[in-house]
């Protein structure tokens, strides 16, 4: 079944490498993001921002503004206030200002909305309102946060006495530690994880449309998740009349989400208050300096990792000691019960025995941190610290990494695996994905052609990451957000003439789902992709649904859709029987049609029952043919894969290039292995910029420096490596169509591939670790140190 | 503000507006004139979503005033498509999955059509230097370059 497409090209189920249905209109120009959205009489809002990162508000005068032409109003904290709009929770049911009366807490923060008749002007308001601030002192460094006697930041949390947002553990620690004390060999590395930025090409932005005479509130809006928006504001705003039935959240077409789309910014809540204040369409639309220094900030974990083995390479024990930087509030868009996300999978694909993880994360004044950089909750970071650390280990064992990984790997006999730190990894075969990547890059020859560039003096390294994901949350009984269950849902309806409409919970921003979950309806009815019509995004019309992030939506949605598909299936089994004047069990389906068991020239094709499902179904039974289905996964799915990076450095220059990257991947069955790759090509990309290019750097004023894309570096196609993909199928047992999550895999995997390329190389002058991103002034600092470069 | 009269010719229509000087091109197009295909990205002339051609040139117009587009010709995405034909960089990007989200796809595009006017066959060394002034955060620019090649070899 491994993709061997059971369906025809005409049909296009799963397997089909079918162009993409979405892009006839994306080439014309035709797509419709926020800010094509144009209602009549819309106003705009623009935002006045703190230029200090921690100030007390003496005054804000907003005379000048009101008096500018075109602007309409100023909205502050005291506007909210009145309300009682001007707080919200956060994701991880933490508290975030709205506006602030008081206090600032971030640069960048949000202090006023000035409501202006057209962009410009607006602008002009912003530039006009003046405020008074007092500076405060400013703690960037989590560290010093977390020290005894640090001021408190969080005031605002009565009898808060500490800058600890929460301190989380996991695994068994005693044991843990009396296998480290037993251990022949023990290896620890420090490693930092920047704070980084997702930068999807489109910036965040709505358009509140209030409608006074009705009640009816709808906004249009960046966003992966719009039904738990949809929620979130009715349970902040249900006080003041905007109850849930009043509310519509409908998420157009969206420029790249990447995770930094799921939470709720101050800048939709105060585009929404103004247009119920004023009765009018309001838009935001946020500039690229304010998305790179406001919004959704990922990563910024300080890891002491650690690692047990015995002499000949077997590990025995993880530890893991994380300070985690959220900033000024705990705005991760993590599962309930995980405040440090998926972190304990940190364990990674190897059979370890023993480990122990816990994390203290701090308050600081920076930007509320914590969101995802396209990865399944802190997958990243603890994939790195594994990775990394597993190399650190072979370097003390001198052991070749490809060969300490081989003799660690969980075995495929070994599945399903219980992890150490409690997870059921579902399916997996780490040595086969190795083995592959290795062949395909000529790892051996690789090898020797190390040995004799070093002999000439010249820096060339080999990095390995053979990782493994966690995906698709969740099952319900265990991940819910804000109380919110973490199923996804699938609605289809098929029309009479044999056409269906399918509407999905989740939400594409770019992974291409008006075609593969065309191509799922297709697989499981035969009713050709083309033919079905996907729908997301609008709260009025899908399903409810947990949204779009995590790759989630393959496993659940995806898997709704072929649930639904199948009560349709088993609906249509009923006409068929009753048409062909058969019994049910003589019946058996063939990829679009119902045939009498031996004869198939008696049968009833989807179309031909479709029709009759409205014209001539069996007496007794309802009419149409359509179905729901909320799935509710009962495990994740942990999609795996091994990537090789070879790089060469520039000796003068300490630029590190990727002149080779083999990826190989794991994601189960695949639905349509054009778009599995482009998603794989984005992600590695994704993954490479981190690991050479981007950091968001604050100074000691908790200034960011970084907060334009001309110091905040996104690779162009220059740095960008022809990647080279290879792929394994090891099929979810548990998920419908045997499919995992695969497009956040190589965002995971890439970064300590390059990390361990880049030490590899230089490992025979002494150097042992460098922290991502590995740009050429950190290396040619090494190279100095390390007496290489004058 | 005094208003200025120009008379931009977008997709060979000319068009005719009272701006002011501020004005941004892309705001020119995308709200006096409707036409949204033109996207915004950032505010510094980095990512390129905002690229359409002055008089056959690739320009970021984030950062050209309208007032600068006066007696110019300016081409966007929705001239690129001619008589119900698309033209082949757009078939290329469909065939060969050059686009995912489709923010960076008008911009990276016109870019890509401006280089095959002027150089038919590219290498892929100078595809990937022609668009090393858009972004793409999707696609990792391999399908980018495969599309751009699948214009070429369609037109030549």
Known sequence: MANTPRTSAAISGMGHSMKRKEDPRFIRGQGNYVDDVKLPGMLYLDIVRSPYAHAKIKSIKTDKALKAPGVLAVITGETLKTYNLHWMPTLSSDTQMVLPTDTVM??????????????????????????????LPVIVDPFKALAPGAAVLRTDKEGKKDNLAFHWEAGDRAATDKAFAEADVVVKQNIYLPRIHVASMETCGCVADFHPGTGQLNVYMTTQAPHAVRTVLALVAGHVGLTEEKIRVISPDIGGGFGGKVPVYPGYVIAIAASVVIGKPVKWIEDRMENLQADSFARDYHMVTEMAATKD????????????????????????????????ICTGSYALKHAFTEMDAAYTNKPPGGVAYRCSFRVTEAVHAVERITDVLAAKLKMDPAELRMKNFIQPSQFPYKSVLGWEYDSGDYPRALKLAMDKIGYAALRKEQTEKRAKGELMGIGISSFTEVVGAGPSRDFDILGIKMFDSAEIRIHPTGKAIARFGTKSQG????????????????????????????????????????????????????????????????????????????????????????SPDQHKTIQDLAFAAYTNHPPGMEAGLEAVDYYDPPNLTFPFGSYIAVVDIDKGTGQVKVRRFVAVDDCGHIINPLVVEGQIHGGLTMGLAPALFEEIVYDESGQNLTGTLA???????????????????????????????????????????????VVDALWHLG??????????????????QHGVTD | MAKHKITVTVNGTAHEAEVDARLLLVHLLREDFSMTGTHIGCD????????????GEPVKSCTILAVQADGHQVMTVEGLEQGGKLDPIQNGFWQEHGLQCGFCTPGMMLTSYALLKRNKKPSEDEIRQAISGNLCRCTGYVNIVKAVQHAAAAQA
């Open chain 1, 511 to 598: 992974q291409g789902h008006e075609t593969t979950y065309a191509q799922i309806v297709a697989e499981e009815l035969g009713i050709p992709a083309s033919d079905v019509q996907v729908e997301e995004g609008d709260t009025d019309t899908a399903p409810y649904g947990l949204g779009t992030y995590a790759s989630r939506s393959t496993p659940t949605a995806g898997a709704a859709g072929a649930i639904a598909a199948r009560k349709i299936k088993a609906k249509a089994r009923k006409i068929a029987a009753y048409l062909l004047e058969v019994g049910e069990d003589e019946l058996e389906w063939s990829v679009d049609r119902w045939q009498v068991k031996g």
């Open chain 1, 711 to 757: 110091d905040y570096l996104l690779p162009t196609a220059v740095e960008s490596p022809k990647w080279e993909l290879g792929k394994t199928v090891t099929p979810s047992p548990h998920h419908p169509l045997g499919a995992k999550g695969v497009g956040e895999s190589p965002t995971v995997g890439a970064p300590p591939a390059i990390a361990n390329a």
């Open chain 1, 313 to 344: 390479g077997t590990m025995t024990a993880l530890r893991i000691k994380t300070v985690a930087d959220h900033g000024y509030t705990n705005a991760s868009a993590n599962p309930s019960k995980f405040p440090a996300g998926l972190f304990s």
């Open chain 1, 106 to 135: 971030y640069q960048s923060q949000e202090v006023a909305g000035v409501i202006a008749t057209s962009r410009y002007a607006a602008a002009d308001g912003v530039e006009a309102v003046e405020v008074d601030y007092e500076p």
């Open chain 2, 44 to 55: 510094t002339t980095h990512c390129g979503a905002c690229t359409v051609l002055l008089d």
């Open chain 1, 767 to 784: 150097v042992r670790h460098v922290d991502i991103p590995i740009t050429p002034e950190k290396v040619w600092r090494l190279l100095r």
